[in-house]
């Protein structure tokens, strides 16, 4: 349990920033103009400011998400456990092999975390253009 207050705790770090940062970068004309239409600071929040931020947030908790689960592997040096527990072992009996047998599940699982935040990412900015590898090019017309 300490492991996963320390994770949770680790985790805000990048998601506040980045909502701050995204609801910062929000132009101010915009919700000034949903104010003086008669829509609420709460409704001017949910309507303007969060979907505009939705981009810089969701990087935050991609972040954060990645970072868990890499970090979450150093939990076995305080004995909680995890994948980390065959890298452990591992640098305790001098075995490279298990050292690995906890690394790559450890990797691969980081990556699938990564690609899988990316395509949520994708789903809820559809608006938005994304720069990442895996997408498609633009064809030429």
């Not at 492991?3 to 985790?11: D, E, H, I, M």
């Not at 506040?16 to 970068?25: D, E, K, P, S, Y």
């Not at 998400?65 to 980390?84: D, E, I, R, Y």
């Not at 050292?99 to 691969?108: I, K, T």
Request: no cysteine; proline share 7%; aromatic share 2%.
């Amino acid at each position: 349990v300490p492991a996963l207050l320390a994770l949770f705790v680790y985790a805000l770090l990048p998601i506040v920033r980045n909502t701050h940062a995204g609801l910062q970068a929000v132009p101010a004309g915009l919700p000034q103009a949903a104010l003086a239409l008669g829509l609420t600071r709460r409704q001017t929040l949910r309507a303007i400011e969060l979907p505009l931020a939705l981009p810089t947030l969701m990087a935050g908790v991609k972040t954060a998400a990645v970072t868990n689960v890499g970090t979450a592997t150093v939990a076995a040096f305080v004995g909680a456990g995890g994948l980390g527990e065959r890298i452990v072992a591992g640098l305790a009996v001098n075995d490279s092999a298990l050292m690995l047998a906890g690394a790559l599940p450890a990797a691969v699982l980081a990556v699938g975390v990564q690609l899988a935040f990316d395509a949520l990412e994708r789903s809820v900015t559809p608006g938005r253009k994304h720069n990442r590898l895996l997408d498609e090019p633009p064809r030429a017309k």
